[in-house]
């Protein structure tokens, strides 16, 4: 009987946790956003290409805002906008025409697990492939990307500058750390990076990031982890 339901449907519902980047917009200057953007992604255009973006308009308190400029930008630089947040009826209505999501954050939205016993027991098992490390001997060169999408990622060796390393989990490398390296890249707000020397060109942990101008180098053992929304970075004893 189930299955023959089940060959009956198109579709299923599911309920999924994405992480999206969001840009808090401080300004509705649009060449000022343009000439910022540009260069944010000549630092790191991997990162941000093709990524989903969400405009966070609540600080605008009600300046007019050209929302087409702006989402005429970001496609520019191959970013993709999907939705507001922050947004009041007049931005709503613009987002509408835009055909753009408007986000209502609010812990309304929550949802009891304990409601869904079949969403637990998948949370679970998402919890359990994290325990599948990814291991490399050799040093990352420039241009080399390492993926990792069930769990932690470990380099015994050195990763050049241009080399990018991402893990759903946590990423120890024992050596120097001098391309990019993101952790927690489906969301895992726990992640953790570990090197050995860090020269990084980028730090990253469930869509929150540091670029190399905000970064000290530290030349030894130190963790960077993810604090009230915050990257931080400390030596390790």
Same mark, same amino acid.
């Given at each position: ?48 290409d093709k990524t989903p973006i969400v405009l966070d308009c609540s600080a605008l308190h009600g300046e007019d805002f050209d929302l087409q400029a702006f989402c005429k930008i970001l496609r520019t630089y191959n970013l993709q906008p999907v939705a507001l947040q922050g947004v009041d009826s007049a931005l709503a209505s613009l987002a509408e025409k835009e055909r753009l999501a408007v986000l209502h954050a609010s812990s309304s939205h929550d949802k009891n697990l ?35 999408? #069930? ?8 990763? /050049?500058?241009? !080399? $990018? &390393? *991402? ?19 489906? #969301? ?8 050995? /020397?860090?020269? !990084? $060109? &980028? *730090? ?34």
């Amino acid at each position: 009987m189930t299955d023959t339901l089940l060959k009956s449907q198109a579709f299923k519902l599911k309920g999924r946790l994405y992480t999206f980047t969001v840009f808090q917009l401080l300004s509705n200057d649009s060449m000022q956003f343009d000439q910022q953007l540009e260069e944010l992604i000549v630092k790191a255009p991997r990162f941000f290409d093709k990524t989903p973006i969400v405009l966070d308009c609540s600080a605008l308190h009600g300046e007019d805002f050209d929302l087409q400029a702006f989402c005429k930008i970001l496609r520019t630089y191959n970013l993709q906008p999907v939705a507001l947040q922050g947004v009041d009826s007049a931005l709503a209505s613009l987002a509408e025409k835009e055909r753009l999501a408007v986000l209502h954050a609010s812990s309304s939205h929550d949802k009891n697990l304990e409601d869904d016993k079949e969403e637990v027991f998948e949370q679970q098992a998402v919890i359990q492939e994290f325990s599948k490390a990814k291991m490399q001997d050799s040093p990352v060169r420039s241009g080399q990307r390492l993926i990792n999408k #069930g769990g932690d990622l470990v380099i015994t060796a050195s990763v /050049s500058h241009g !080399a $990018e &390393l *991402l893990a759903d989990g946590n990423i120890h490398v024992y050596g120097a750390l001098r391309g990019r390296a993101l952790a927690g890249m489906s #969301g895992d707000i726990h992640a953790r990076i570990f090197c050995m /020397s860090l020269e !990084a $060109e &980028l *730090l990253s942990i469930a869509g929150f990031y540091r670029l190399s101008d905000s970064i000290e180098p530290i030349h030894g053992p130190c963790q960077i982890y993810l604090e009230n929304e915050q990257i931080k970075i400390e030596p390790l004893c």
